[in-house]
Structure formats: structure tokens, C-alpha cells
């Protein structure tokens, strides 16, 4: 019988870790403190020093960091915000909950994330930012949108949720927009024991006003100097993530290694497209998702939950085709990310996935197609 093969396993993550956790439960439980504290302090410094920010701010989650980041630009009723038609639905929702205008864009073929030719054509003298999106860990031409954002003064955000540890044109994914956002969702590439985000930016007066945002506006104990919101991470998770961060880089080549792997024994299958590695120079992809794009989508899906293998759609139904933007005008039209809608499957890869697991994934993938 081959093995099961789930989409992600995080027991097989904190097994690894098992002593390193187990210690720090006991550390929240004898001290209590699980707002706030050194903890928290201690893994936003970590956290900025490995992404190569200046600064970080941790918050509730990868949502309200991209509110936060737009809260801190001052976006509002009357601006656009140019938004990928193919993300998490967080990207588009969080403009859209701001009061401004979401402006989709399409997504490019090879990075699945915006690109200067998508992003363009759709800038206006609305526009006040561009939040580009690593889809799946891959990374997009930030170095190329930060340089059009720049011509045109508008502020380049980037969505760091999927790409932990992956870097593009030569700088860490992030480190080339005004602002990066992450969440630590437990299944990203950096996740917690529960919900959490950060905000990270080189710029002190930004990073500030984030601080200020997401504490109620208290700059002093009791002294509210804006209206802000509650938006925190646990002290708890703080401990998580600072136990799981120094593996964060050996993760990544583990990712991109089991990567390696998949493509080397699907790459001469004519009906199945993969993903590219490092579409530019300078680029690490974080491999969050080893996505594949075929025409027979649903039918492959089948086939693989029948051979004991799981596999996920990120995801079935572009930001533009959502209910939520039925309304949306003007109506967009994003050719490349309907297509991804249509074609996308993610295969199972996680640090721990085994080699007999893979092989189990690619001969179900091989017998699905007669090779
Ligand atoms: C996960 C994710 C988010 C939102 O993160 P939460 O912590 O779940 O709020 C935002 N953008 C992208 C691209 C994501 O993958």
C-alpha cells in the first residue's frame, strides 16, 4: 500500500521541535504573561533582523497587518489601491474595508503575481499603492514595481504571507516596498499556535504610526494620541515563532529541495505545467505551494484523493468573480488569473514530507496521465 499523503502535516514540523515547545509552554505557564513583554519585543527584533527590516510590528494576524499598513499610508474614501485578481481574498478585502477603491489587476504567467505590464495600464491619478502579492512563495518583480510605484508616487505594499524566507531580485521578499505585511496562520511558512501577523518597513515614522494603530494610539500608558484598534500577538505566539524562527531558512531549502524533487519527475509530462523556481536573477522562491496547472484540474484532484493523496485549490475563484465584488465597477477582467482558477492544484509539501510519500504522489500523478 503507498503511503498516505496529506497536504501539509504540522505534527511532522513539531515533532522536530518537541522539546524547544514543551519548554516554553511551561515558561508562559510559570510566569502568566501572555500580553505584551519581553517575549513579544524580543521576536519582533528577531523577526526584523531576519526579513532585513528596519522595524516590525507584530499584530493579530496577516489581515489586519495589511489594514494596519494601509491604515499607516492614510488610504481612504477617494483612493485606489491596485490589487492582484489572484490572492487570498485578505489582499482585496482589506482596501475594500478601508473605504477605498480595490482596482484588480492580472496576474503574470510565470510568477502568478502582478508585474509591471499588469499593473500599468491600470494606474491612475486615484491610485496612493500597489500591494503586491508572492503568491505561493514565488516571488514576484518587486524590484520592477517598486520602480514604477516609485516613478509614479505611489506606495509599493507587499503581501509577505506566503513567502517567509524567499527573496526577490537579490533583497529578502519585502524589503522592497514601503511596507510588508506577513501572517503567521499556523500553516504559512513561519506560523504560530494560532493566528498572528506583523508589519514590517524600514521607514521609523511608518513603523510608529503602525505602533500607534494597532495599540489603541497609546503612546504613553493611558495617553491616546489617534483611534486606533486592538490588534496583538499572544506572548505566547511570540515564543512559538521565536523557538521556530532559526529553522526558518532551513525550512526553505528543505521546501525547495522536496520542490526540486516534483519537478525533476513530472517535468516531461506535456499536460502539466509547474512552477518555475527562480523566474529572475537574485530570486529564492519560498515554496509556501508546489502548484501545478493542468486542463483536467477537477479529474487530477480525484485521482489523487483516490491514491490516499490530498491536494487544495489556492484558489478556485479570482477576488474579482467573488460575491462580494458582484457589484464592482468597472467590471474587471483578469484573463490569467481565471485561468489559474480553472488550473491550479497545490501538491502535498511540508518540511518532514518523505521521499516514499513523493514518489507516491508523482506515480499517482504519472498513472493519471498513462506515463
Ligand atoms: C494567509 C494570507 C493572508 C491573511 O492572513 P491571516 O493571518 O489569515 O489574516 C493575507 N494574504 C495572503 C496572500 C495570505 O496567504
Not at 53 to 61: I, P, T
Not at 171 to 183: E, I
Not at 249 to 271: C, F, G, I, S
Not at 323 to 336: D, G, K, L, N, R
Amino acid at each position: 500500500m503507498p503511503p498516505e499523503v496529506p497536504l501539509i502535516d504540522l505534527a511532522a514540523q513539531h515533532a522536530r521541535l518537541r522539546p524547544a515547545l514543551d519548554a516554553l509552554w511551561s515558561e508562559t505557564l510559570v510566569d502568566s504573561g501572555f500580553i505584551g513583554g519581553a517575549a513579544v519585543e524580543e521576536f519582533e527584533a528577531a523577526f526584523a533582523k531576519t526579513m532585513g527590516h528596519g522595524h516590525v510590528v507584530s499584530c493579530g494576524n496577516g489581515t489586519d497587518a495589511i489594514e494596519l499598513a494601509l491604515d499607516a499610508l492614510d488610504i481612504g474614501a477617494g483612493d485606489e489601491v491596485i490589487v492582484p485578481a489572484m490572492t487570498w481574498f485578505s489582499t482585496g478585502e482589506a482596501v475594500t474595508t478601508r473605504g477605498a477603491r480595490v482596482v484588480f489587476a492580472d496576474v503574470d504567467e510565470v510568477t502568478n503575481g502582478l508585474s509591471v505590464a499588469t499593473v500599468e495600464p491600470v494606474l491612475t491619478p486615484a491610485t496612493r499603492a500597489v500591494i503586491v502579492v508572492h503568491l505561493y512563495g514565488c516571488p514576484a518583480n518587486a524590484r520592477g514595481l517598486a520602480e514604477l510605484c516609485d516613478r509614479r508616487g505611489v506606495a509599493l505594499v507587499e503581501d509577505c504571507a506566503q513567502v517567509h524566507g524567499g527573496r526577490a531580485q537579490g533583497q529578502p521578499a519585502g524589503t522592497w516596498g514601503r511596507l510588508a505585511t506577513y501572517s503567521f496562520f499556523p500553516s504559512k511558512n513561519l506560523g504560530a499556535f494560532g493566528d498572528g501577523g506583523a508589519v514590517g518597513t524600514d521607514d521609523e515614522r511608518l513603523a510608529e504610526r503602525v505602533r500607534l494603530l494597532a495599540r489603541h494610539g497609546q503612546s504613553a500608558r493611558h495617553r491616546h494620541e489617534l483611534c486606533g484598534r486592538n490588534s496583538r500577538l499572544d506572548t505566547l505566539q511570540a515564543r512559538v515563532l521565536s523557538a521556530k524562527l532559526p529553522h526558518l531558512r532551513e525550512w526553505v531549502t528543505e521546501r525547495n529541495a522536496l520542490a526540486e524533487y516534483y519537478t525533476q519527475r513530472l517535468t516531461d509530462l506535456p499536460a502539466l505545467r509547474l512552477p518555475t523556481h527562480a523566474p529572475r536573477g537574485g530570486d529564492v522562491h519560498a515554496f509556501h505551494l508546489y502548484v501545478v496547472r493542468t486542463g483536467q484540474r477537477n479529474a487530477l484532484a480525484s485521482a489523487l484523493a483516490e491514491a490516499g493523496v490530498q491536494t487544495a485549490v489556492h484558489y478556485p475563484t479570482p477576488l474579482h468573480l467573488q460575491p462580494a465584488y458582484a457589484s464592482h465597477v468597472p467590471a474587471a477582467t483578469a484573463p490569467v488569473a481565471e485561468a489559474l482558477g480553472r488550473e491550479v492544484l497545490s501538491l502535498p509539501l511540508y518540511p518532514g514530507l518523505t521521499a516514499p510519500q513523493q514518489d507516491a504522489v508523482t506515480a499517482a500523478v504519472r498513472n493519471f496521465f498513462h506515463v
